[in-house]
Each structure stands twice: as C-alpha cells, then as structure tokens.
C-alpha cells in the first residue's frame, strides 16, 4: 500500500503551509527521510522529509500553493501501485482549502471550528477576516459549494469597501501605471515578498501609525560594551548594540505595559509576557522577525546570546516556525545600514515598534556647554486606537533613560 505524504504539524498555530519546491520528481527514488519537498510557513522555509522509501507515485500539491496541515501532498510506494487521489484530503490540497468551521460574521480564529461542510469556512480565512475587519456576511464565496477561500477575502479587500473595529473605510489599490520598455527585467515575486507586501499593506489599513521620535546619549552604553566585550567573547559572544536596544525595551514595556498590547473589539488586551521581535534583514530576500520569548527574564549575557543565535539561523535559514510567532513588540534595528531614523510599519497585531538610527558623534549642549556625543534617534511607531500621544512618549522616554543611565 502506497504511503502518503503528509503535511506534518510545524509548529503551535501553524494551521497551513505553501508549498516552496519539490525536491523529487514523479517516477523518481527517495529514501526514508531524504528531503523530499521545501515549504513556507510565516517567511520560514521548512524541508519535509519523506516518511518511507520508495518511488514519488503521486505528487498532488503544486509549487506556489497553500494546503493545511494533515492533508496530503504525494504518494510513495512501488512503481505501477496504485493511489487513491479522491479522498477529502486530497482534495482539499487540490483544492487549496483547509478544514472549516461554520460561517459567522464576526467569527474569529479563536472560535473557528475544524469541520467540513458545505457554507464553511477555515480556520486560516476567518483569520485573514479578523486581521483584515472583513465581515464575512459580505463576502462571495467561489470555493466549492460556495465556500469563502482565502483568496476571496483578500480580493474582498483589494476591491475597496470594508469594516475594521466597527470603523467603515475605503481601501484603494490603483492599478500599475508601470510602462515596459525592452531591456527591463521582470523579476517574479517571491513566497517571502508576497507575504511581506501582503501583512505591511493590512497592518496600514488596520491601526493608525503615528509616530515620535527621540535622541539617546549612548555614551555609557559604548562605555560598558567597551568593558565587557572581551569578556563576553570568551564565551562565544558578540556584544552587539541590539542587546541594550532590547534591555531598554524591557524596561519600557515593564513601567508602561499599555505599549505590550494588543487591540481587539471587546478591549485592549495587554499581554502579561513581554517577547519582542528582532527585525532581521534577509538581503534582497526581505526580512523576518523571530522572536526573544520572555525577554524581561534575560540578563544581558543571555540577551546576547539569544540576538546572536537567532540573527545567525535566520540568515541561515535555520529558524523554527515556533521561533517567528507570538511576538507583542518589536525591533528593528535600521541603523546597521546607516539609516538616521524611519517610519517602520506596525507588526500586527502588536501596538508598536521601535526603530534605533545609525549611531553617531554629533554636537550636543550638556550644562550650557558644547560636548561630542554618540548619539542615536529612537523613532517609536504606536497605534494611535492603543496609545496617545503623551503614553507614547512615556515608553520613549523609560526607553531612552534607560540606554542613558
């Protein structure tokens, strides 16, 4: 009997993948845990290995299309032994659906159910619904039996009108006016950009960016990396300004915990752990963000450690789905490409991010007299339906006292 490739369970919360490249072929020889295929979770690319040796019988799940956990991706077994590609399972992986639960217009992830009908929905488009404020009443399905498909909600909000927290606004896409003249080059977008475009467009059309900035004095914080750099070395460290950018922000979040929150319609949920996200820049790849969990549990040698181990298996690829979710703030660290200040965008569903400038020495008045300082600028992006103005630059300040003092 044939053995089915299955999609395995990557991670909590991971309900589907997409499918990246098919490292073997139909009619092609795989060993038993010989990678067999490469897909994408969140921006993480994963190998699947196959579960038994023999031949790819039946490849049922393309290149570039979703399928859901537990369903099935091929067949290996003997040559000329036969499958069967009509059950559900299969089928919802030509179908590019997932299990469902019943249609509700204010449904949430959180109470979708994993059952299978017709006028269902899944689990991860009542998601993308709930991210997006789109009231599912008002939107066609065109999946089988009329079922709303992930691509329904996403071509619901590309068209124009829809509800977020109650709020009516009118989303816009204007079409490429992009001429093409020979000798451009095309370049097709990939997984990872896709999903980049896709979650930075909803978080601006989700919270209202505002955004604050301030200067640190990192004076004391070059004193003590100075110090303490050969030490840390010793263990295999690397003392890096990003360590302190995340102490600071501990800190912050500790006196002012509004900025560790989340917006919902019942209420702002403040998030008792504090895990800050580390934008890590991929190249021309894009970037992604793991995830320090706890964060306000680490000394600064284990913050350390952690920046170290998680910047390194991101560029290597080497990151856990786990490792990329969960995060209630986050990081991005721009001044490595000598950018001053910037305007990130909101992680959502998280209330903030702050962005660190390049360091440099500027001319500063300290006691009405001119001195040379290493300054940086904090640039603090916050949900304004979280935070106002004042709170916000409450946090800032905790952030930039901290780094000061």
Not at 183 to 189: F, N, P, R, S, V
Not at 190 to 215: G, N, W
Request: hydrophobic letters at 40%; a negative charge; proline letters at 5%.
């Amino acid at each position: 009997m044939a053995t089915k490739v299955l999609v395995p369970l990557l991670g909590e919360g991971v309900e589907e993948v997409t499918i990246i490249k098919w490292l073997k072929q139909e009619g092609e020889l795989v060993k038993e845990l010989e990678p067999l295929l490469e897909v994408n979770t969140d921006k993480v690319d994963t190998e699947i290995p196959a579960p038994a040796s023999g031949t790819v019988l039946k490849i049922v799940a393309q290149e570039g299309v979703p399928a859901k956990v537990g369903t099935v991706l091929a067949f290996i077994g003997k040559p000329g032994e036969s499958v069967d590609v009509s059950s559900p399972q299969v089928s919802n992986v030509k179908l590019s659906t997932v299990s469902a639960s019943p249609v509700n217009p204010n449904v949430t992830p959180d109470t979708a159910h994993m059952t299978q009908g017709a006028g269902f929905i899944a689990p991860v488009v009542a998601k993308i619904a709930a991210e997006h404020g789109v009231n599912l009443s008002q939107v066609q399905g065109t999946g089988l039996n009329g079922r709303i498909t992930k691509n329904d909600v996403l071509n619901f909000v590309e068209s124009g009108k829809q509800t977020v927290d109650n709020r009516t606004q009118t989303i816009h896409h204007p079409p490429s006016t992009a001429v093409h003249i020979e000798g451009d080059q095309l370049i097709k977008h990939t997984v990872i950009r896709k999903q980049i475009a896709e979650h930075m467009m909803m978080s601006k059309h989700t919270s209202p960016h505002v955004l604050t900035v301030m200067e640190a004095d990192l004076s004391k914080v070059i004193a003590h990396q100075n110090a303490n750099m050969d030490l840390f070395a010793r263990d295999g460290i690397t003392l890096t300004l990003t360590a302190y950018f995340m102490m600071a922000i501990v800190a912050g979040l500790k006196a002012y915990p509004m900025t560790n929150s989340s917006w919902t319609e019942g209420g702002i949920l403040v998030h008792k752990a504090i895990n800050i996200g580390m934008a890590t820049s991929l190249g021309e790849e894009g970037l992604i963000v793991p995830v320090i969990k706890n964060a306000d549990n680490f000394s600064l040698l284990a913050m350390a450690r952690t920046v170290n181990d998680l910047a390194s298996r991101a560029r290597g690829k080497k990151l856990q789905p786990d490792e990329v979710k969960g995060g209630t703030f986050t990081l991005t660290n721009h001044g490595v490409s000598r950018s001053l200040f910037s305007f990130p965008i909101i992680n959502q569903p998280q209330c903030g991010i702050l962005g660190t400038g390049t360091m440099q020495k500027r001319v500063v008045v300290i006691d009405d007299a001119i001195a040379i300082r290493p300054m940086i600028y904090l640039s603090f992006v916050f949900d304004h339906c979280i935070l106002d103005g004042a709170s916000a630059d409450w946090f800032l300040m905790k952030v930039k006292e901290t780094l000061e003092s």
